[in-house]
């Protein structure tokens, strides 16, 4: 298995400009997750969703991010417009279902940096 | 709602010494716990987990966990620490969900002195 794939691996953009990032998760894993990690604010949930519907997406900074899960083996996060303090990894992760004692597995992240 | 404090954000500790890494959690239910390591530029992995039966879990890289009821503690353990265990470390609770949201600590980073 391939594990959590996360492209791009990193992005420079600058200020203004639209992100978008993107993870494939592990087949077969019900639920997916969004984290954004900075040495200041360390690891933060964004959204996760479950079975593709958003089911909490309250650590969503701001309008200016959004995430989508159009199917299984696919989802996106959008940052329009990006700003310096975007600047973070973010991560993204997926669980089997049937289980709340199945762990999450983590993609090598992708590393945001907004000039 | 859950939470988790690990109150070490750094720790440093000689190679070939015993290691332990404090986690304390609140959660109204029996809790389902979790340790995770994150290496320098990589994702997190998971080391062990815990939900019922023997308190004393172990996990791969020779790590091992006590789950205390009683303190509210999920501490993290390891004999002797080799230099490539200098990485960061998350305790994490798990909801009683099917969707399994985490609450993860703030971490604890630990430095291996040659």
């Known amino acids: 298995d391939a594990g959590v794939i996360q492209s791009p691996r990193h992005e420079v953009t600058e200020m203004g400009q639209e992100v978008t990032l993107r993870c494939k998760p592990i087949?077969?894993?019900?639920?997916l997750f969004w984290y954004r990690q900075t040495m200041m604010r360390g690891l933060e949930l964004l959204i996760y969703?479950?079975?593709?519907?958003?089911?909490?997406d309250s650590g969503m900074p701001e309008d200016r991010f959004s995430a989508k899960m159009p199917n299984a083996s696919f989802s996106t996060l959008k940052i329009q417009p990006s700003e310096p303090r975007d600047s973070a990894v973010y991560f993204c992760?997926?669980?089997?279902?049937?289980?709340?004692?199945?762990?999450?597995?983590f993609g090598p992240g992708t590393r945001l940096t907004v000039l | 709602a859950q939470s988790v404090t690990q109150p070490d954000i750094h720790i440093t500790v000689s190679e070939g010494a015993s290691l332990e890494l404090r986690c304390n959690y609140s959660y109204g239910a029996t809790p389902y716990l979790f340790w995770y390591v994150q290496s320098p530029g990589q994702g997190l992995q998971l080391l062990l987990k815990y939900f019922s039966g023997d308190t004393l879990v172990q996990g791969i890289k020779g790590f091992e966990a006590e789950f205390k009821r009683s303190q509210s503690s999920f501490n993290l353990r390891k004999p002797s620490v080799h230099w490539s265990d200098a990485a960061e470390y998350f305790c994490a609770v798990g909801a009683n969900t099917n969707a399994g949201k985490s609450t993860f600590g703030d971490g604890t980073t630990l430095t291996v002195k040659p």
């Open positions: 969703f479950n079975n593709n519907v958003p089911i909490d």
């Open positions: 087949s077969g894993h019900n639920s």
């Open positions: 992760a997926s669980r089997p279902g049937g289980s709340s004692y199945n762990e999450q597995f």
